[in-house]
């Protein structure tokens, strides 16, 4: 159970980190955009242009959450003095998970069967059958697992999103068990993950649960521990490092928008590139920020992009009903269709964020510190 000892876990935010998230969501909803908002035929083979590259930024989400998780869980876990610490802080970091994901997460799928019943003349929300079939996938964590079974066979519903987040999920709930099993050797066990998978051509299966890219954040987070290479980060010049940051994003953009049939190593790259773009936005130099409108307007999102994930098919499918009902032609009015359903993915995920996300959070965070204090025992932090 021992390990050498680290630096206290920094509960601080990193902007660059947050950037790389915004980032990531807005190619995802480009990706989503084509097929989901507007017909695909017109980025296909229409005028506009088509990108198909969404899975590699979500390697880049996966990869990124495995280096928080495992920057903030390691020294809790590993450093505790017998055992019963230990399964206390486990436990404890479960129910900030909870606290942290459940409720927007809940919220968003009541809205998608709301609007299942109530708003779908066009039938874009798919069947109630089938929306309660997503929900309790949802709920319970196996929404990867419907997601490979409706591949290319049926319409998903609304929230079919939500297999990054049974994936995810899944993660919070082994890697604490993983820690205080293998200890040391977790390294090695994370080695052995990108490792294996590194050489494999993923089918649907192999998508939908992979899991190197989490495991190339978390051995970021456990090469890091001793703070030697932020230190080295620190004495680089910026420039050196936002340009490597940017020539990273595109390569890693490139290699997404591939088919494997074309680099049949591509995911095993993916998750090796996210590793890579990860360990250079940890100094914390604010390399990807500044005062111009882009990098505030992705530094934005990233902070809210939880919610925002989650909320954006929904808003897309709800705009589909709308235009229907009015009897308005979104694929003719292209430019001011995305512009609408970018303001109105924003101000969902706003609201989501400050009403719902965040204050519950909070409050969920205060409870379980408090019985951690009650209980003198060595606080969490925030995940």
Not at 89 to 111: G, S
Not at 156 to 176: C, D, G, M, R
Not at 272 to 300: C, E, H
Request: hydrophobic share 50%; with cysteine.
């Amino acid at each position: 159970m021992s390990a050498p000892p680290g630096p206290a876990s920094r509960t601080r935010l990193i902007n660059d980190l947050e950037v790389l998230r915004g980032f990531g969501l807005c190619v995802i909803i480009f990706q989503h955009v084509q097929g989901n908002l507007l017909s695909k035929a017109l980025f296909v083979d229409g005028p506009w242009p088509s990108y198909r590259g969404g899975g590699a930024v979500l390697d880049l989400f996966f990869c990124i959450s495995g280096y928080i998780i495992t920057r903030n869980l390691l020294p809790q876990l590993c450093e505790v003095g017998n055992r019963t610490l230990y399964w206390r802080n486990v436990r404890f970091f479960w129910l900030n998970r909870i606290f942290r994901l459940i409720p927007a997460a809940w919220m968003w799928l009541a809205i998608i069967l709301l609007l299942c019943v109530c708003y779908n003349e066009s039938g874009v929300f798919q069947s109630l059958e089938t929306n309660l079939r997503w929900t309790l996938a949802g709920m319970f964590n196996y929404a990867n697992w419907l997601f490979a079974q409706y591949f290319g066979h049926a319409k998903p519903a609304a929230s079919f999103v939500y297999w990054t987040l049974s994936l995810e999920e899944q993660f919070y709930i082994a890697f604490p068990l993983l820690i205080g099993l293998l200890g040391r050797r977790l390294q090695w066990f994370l080695i052995a993950l990108v490792a294996v998978q590194f050489l494999q051509v993923r089918g649907v299966y192999g998508m939908v649960f992979r899991t190197d890219a989490i495991a190339m954040g978390c051995l970021v987070g456990v090469w890091t521990r001793s703070g030697n290479w932020e230190r080295m980060l620190a004495s680089l010049d910026i420039r050196l490092i936002r340009g490597a940051l940017l020539v990273l994003l595109a390569v890693l953009c490139y290699v997404g928008d591939l088919r494997q049939h074309q680099l049949p190593l591509q995911v095993g790259i993916l998750a090796l590139l996210s590793g890579a773009t990860v360990s250079l936005a940890i100094g914390d130099k604010d390399a990807l920020t500044g005062n111009w409108w882009l990098p505030r307007m992705l530094l934005w999102a990233g902070r809210r992009s939880y919610s925002i994930y989650l909320c954006h098919i929904p808003v897309m499918f709800a705009m589909r009903e709308t235009a229907y009902r009015l009897g308005w032609n979104m694929d003719e009015h292209v430019p001011l269709s995305m512009l609408a359903c970018a303001a109105l993915i924003a101000l969902a995920g706003n609201a989501s964020s400050h009403w719902v996300e965040w204050p519950i959070r909070r409050r969920g965070l205060a409870y379980t510190q408090s019985l951690l204090h009650r209980r003198d025992a060595p606080p969490m932090p925030a995940p």
